[in-house]
């Protein structure tokens, strides 16, 4: 089954120069699609992709390789003169070499055969736009994350570490929280914060999850240099290279969960602290109890920041969520096209054994009368020669009676 939902958010370019099928494939696509642009030769398909581009984006373009006015080898040579990266699939009865090579050069994204089926056509279709648009994802994704650790560099405890959690990066709040100094914990592994009833199976279970791409939240206990226990809502979060292609190390954002709590603790010691040495609030006691509501005042907003930043994680979270499930119904696809080929394949087989029993059956047959009928022929050419020997024995038999009746005469 088509994801319908998906198809109707794309837009396609088709070329085709064959009357009949590009009307009859012009139907389905309609169908599908959001935005269809039908062209019946190569000079007017780039024509269109350059107009329309300009109002909406073109997800897919689809050519037919024998055009009335340029080949469809050309047209994809024009448009990657325009757009690099837009998937393009070729469509031809059979295409030679030189012709496959050059489209491999030009990246072209896809070749399908004709006839072409118009099943095989948006399964096409649905599979290379879904890989180009969760590579536009990951890349969107990439650049809120840049974003965002600018947001929460100093509100937050930001660090990184390769694939196997060893630190390679730390913020100026990393190391205030923690007591580590950069030069101290640059090349630790990521265990040395780890309190000792927290579960190493934990750290594991986390690395395997973020090494698939898949975003890490919890909370944590760790402990400081100084052996102080904090606690930690950690986010951890997959960074890709520069294709987007491979994961090459991991962002670690960590909030604690009591900080107000800890802001509360210190006003409240500071406040006691100063009843007992001065007896009394005096005026330096309370600018700093103005300079402390001020801060909690400004947590507070900082609070909002976050909330709102959770909000975007979780956007981005669920759309995570929903590729996943997507490529899930795109691997039942792919087992269900595996089976009906085999079972396919199977009959093909059958009946190809059925063909040559009835011909090795036939052979037989052909091979017993071939023996019979060499035995008639001996039997006929013993017959002939039987009779020709009886024809001369009757000659000879008439040449005598002809004499004997020759001498009655005389």
Request: glycine share 2%; proline share 1%; with cysteine.
């Amino acid at each position: 089954m088509f994801n319908n939902s998906f198809l109707k958010k794309l837009n396609i370019l088709f070329i085709e120069s064959n009357t009949e099928d590009r009307e009859h494939f012009s139907n389905i696509l309609y169908k599908f699609f959001n935005n269809v642009v039908v062209c019946s030769n190569g000079k007017e398909g780039i024509d269109s992709f350059l107009e329309k581009r300009q109002e909406y984006f073109v997800d897919i373009i689809i050519c037919d390789k024998t055009l009335e006015d340029i080949t469809g080898i050309e047209v994809l040579k024009k448009i990657r003169e325009i757009d690099s990266e837009i998937p393009f699939i070729i469509t031809s009865p059979k295409i030679e070499v030189d012709d496959l090579l050059i489209a491999i050069k030009y990246k072209a994204t896809d070749y399908l055969s004709k006839p072409v089926n118009g099943k095989d056509m948006i399964f096409c279709i649905e599979r290379v736009c879904h890989n180009k648009y969760h590579e536009r994802l990951k890349l969107l994704m990439q650049q809120d994350l840049e974003e965002l650790r600018a947001v929460i560099n100093e509100v937050a405890l930001v660090s990184k570490t390769d694939l196997e959690g060893n630190i390679t990066f730390v913020n100026s709040y990393f190391t205030e929280i923690t007591g580590y100094s950069q030069d101290e914990i640059i090349g630790q592994n990521r265990l040395i914060l780890k309190d000792e009833n927290t579960s190493i199976s934990l750290y594991k279970d986390l690395l395997e999850k973020v090494k698939a791409g898949i975003v890490w939240e919890g909370k944590l206990k760790n402990i400081s240099k100084t052996k102080e226990e904090y606690y930690v809502y950690l986010t951890v979060l997959p960074i890709y290279d520069k294709k987007n292609s491979n994961i090459i190390e991991f962002m670690w954002i960590s909030f604690l969960t009591t900080e107000a709590e800890l802001e509360e603790k210190e006003f409240k010691k500071r406040v006691v602290k100063n009843m007992y040495e001065n007896r009394r609030i005096n005026t330096e006691s309370r600018q700093k109890i103005d300079e402390l509501m001020n801060q909690i005042s400004g947590y507070s907003n900082i609070k909002t920041l976050l909330n709102e930043e959770k909000k975007r994680k979780a956007k981005f979270t669920n759309q995570i969520n929903f590729y996943e499930n997507e490529l899930k119904v795109m691997e039942e696809k792919i087992k269900e096209i595996s089976e009906k080929a085999s079972q396919k394949i199977k009959q093909v087989v059958s009946a190809e054994k059925e063909v040559r029993e009835k011909k090795d059956k036939a052979i037989f047959l052909l091979n017993d009368v071939t023996i019979e009928l060499e035995d008639k022929n001996k039997k006929v050419k013993k017959l002939t020669k039987e009779l020709s020997t009886q024809m001369n024995l009757i000659k000879k038999l008439m040449i005598s009676i002809s004499e004997i009746e020759e001498s009655i005469e005389k």
